[in-house]
């Protein structure tokens, strides 16, 4: 038998391996005494999950004496698991083990647990589905405080997926307590980003990633997408002001003032104007490219107020984003014509974030009542559209809280977003299969080495970014570019 942590006993194959074989027969059983679920934290039931997932460790959260695991899959002979503790630990190298054997399959989890008095009880089956397609190996966030004015540790890391390691890429405690947002890769490359930083010393500015290369720029990027070349960024110049309401459970609310869209052109240091779209009475934001860079999808709104002074302006709830798209040639550098795809008018609701997929085929955008910001809306839901028909469908991963901020895998079968569906408060990561005709499996939480991991992490996750690899740009060397003068002075042509 193996040891883990001291209260967890690893046995792997059902049959009979301790001295007491009749006790091995009985313990843990892999037959239900009754349908109730297992009361597991997180929960786990009928979740499709990724064959290259680290461990999904949970918490039986019943009273009793012992609990016990069985753990079967049509390629895999069993994994059982005895504990004194409700915390069930999967042995890392067997549970890969499992998975590898069993992509695209199901598999068959037992949960019971040993009642004081000798009673035994093993509750209904769970069933894992391991997709066939991977997720992207590693995933980056950003870890902030959930209060609205505290944001001095607020940081962006990267966790590989196949385990528990969790790395900075960039921390404000590093810049006298800078915010950090506004994080992009390139085409799921963890050696191309750009993160957005703040600082009363170091000023507001952008610290650009480029394999060995990291510089600052002194512009705002928000919302930024890139094109798949490499060779230009889309942002959104806004000015956000955040106010708060006083009898809804989510205080908080956020009203662009203005917002026009923009892009950084690397070749010339420059910020650049999109003419097409250079008008006052629209408010534009969340830039989000086709993988042939061909077409830019974004959100759109009319202007609905005069003055600017008045925070939140009179008809602030009022304000609902469409849906839109403008072509794009990048060896001209033109922009064709705007168009609409989803009208807020036809479909009642503001269109968010937006984000197409890796093969071309969906994209997937957040829905809400009105507004600019999902993550503050708790009706936000996620919405994913085909590009070859134009049809769109509410996906079945949502909530009855908020989600927003998503990303896709590489392969275009899997999602990361954000959503406070386990308290209303926390904002948390889920991952997601989506398949080849856009529907969506169960999500399940971003696992933990520890079950009670949630449930005492007194912040929020948000803006997941999948990636193919390990970001290898250290924090010390991002973070002396923050702390430097600007290297890339950028020339612009946009109207302030």
Excluded at 236 to 248: E, G, P
Excluded at 300 to 328: C, F, G, H, M
Aim: aromatic residues 12%; contains cysteine; glycine residues 6%.
């Amino acid at each position: 038998m193996l040891a883990i942590k001291s209260s967890v006993l690893v046995v792997l194959c059902i049959g009979c391996i301790t001295t007491n074989c009749n006790r091995r027969a009985k313990w843990p059983q892999s037959a239900p005494t009754d349908t109730t679920r297992a009361p597991m934290v997180p929960d786990l039931y009928n979740v499709t999950i990724p064959p290259n997932i680290a461990p999904l460790n949970f918490k039986i959260s019943a009273d009793a004496e012992n609990y016990g695991v069985v753990l079967t899959g049509a390629h895999h002979s069993g994994l059982v698991i005895e504990s004194n503790s409700p915390s069930i630990l999967f042995p890392d190298k067997k549970w890969r083990d499992v998975l590898a054997k069993n992509a695209g399959n199901d598999l068959v989890l037992f949960a019971s647990i040993r009642q004081r008095g000798g009673v035994y009880r093993t509750y209904a089956p769970c069933t894992l589905h391991v997709a066939k397609e991977p997720i992207d190996p590693f995933i980056a966030y950003r870890i902030i405080r959930p209060l609205f004015n505290w944001w001095k540790d607020v940081g962006i890391y990267f966790r590989d997926l196949r385990s528990f390691d969790e790395r900075e890429i960039i921390s404000g405690t590093r810049f006298e307590n800078g915010c950090v947002n506004c994080h992009t890769f390139l085409n799921n490359d963890p050696r191309r980003f750009v993160i957005g930083v703040r600082s009363k010393k170091f000023g507001n500015a952008c610290v650009f990633i480029s394999g060995n290369t990291v510089f600052k720029e002194k512009s705002k990027i928000g919302y930024s997408s890139w094109h798949p070349s490499g060779k230009i960024i889309a942002f959104a110049n806004m000015q956000v002001k955040q106010f708060f309401h006083s009898t809804r459970s989510e205080a908080r609310d956020v009203v662009d003032m203005y917002s026009h869209l923009e892009y950084f052109d690397f070749n010339k240091n420059m910020v650049r104007k999109i003419d097409n779209l250079a008008d006052a009475r629209e408010l534009q934001t969340y830039p989000a490219w086709t993988p042939d860079g061909k077409t830019m999808f974004y959100c759109a709104a009319p202007v609905l107020w005069e003055r600017q002074d008045t925070v939140p302006p009179r008809n602030y709830a009022n304000v609902r984003y469409s849906l839109k798209k403008i072509s794009y040639d990048i060896l001209a550098d033109t922009w064709g014509k705007p168009m609409t795809v989803l009208s807020a008018d036809g479909v009642g609701k503001s269109v968010g974030m937006p984000r197409v997929s890796p093969d071309g085929s969906f994209l997937i955008f957040c829905m809400c009542d009105y507004g600019v910001f999902p993550a503050f809306q708790k009706n936000s839901d996620l919405y994913c559209m085909d590009l070859a028909t134009g049809n769109y469908w509410k996906l079945g991963c949502n909530s009855g809280e908020s989600e927003s901020w998503h990303a896709w895998s590489s392969n275009s079968r899997w999602i990361a977003f954000s959503s406070k569906r386990a308290d209303g408060v926390f904002t948390r990561i889920y991952l997601c299969h989506i398949d080849e005709t856009g529907k969506s499996g169960k999500p399940f939480v971003l696992p933990q080495e520890d079950p009670d991991f949630y449930g005492s992490f007194m912040k929020t996750y948000s803006v997941p970014e999948l990636l193919i690899g390990p970001v290898s740009a250290g924090p010390e060397e991002i973070n002396r570019a923050v702390r430097s003068m600007p290297e890339v002075d950028a020339a612009t042509s946009a109207t302030p």
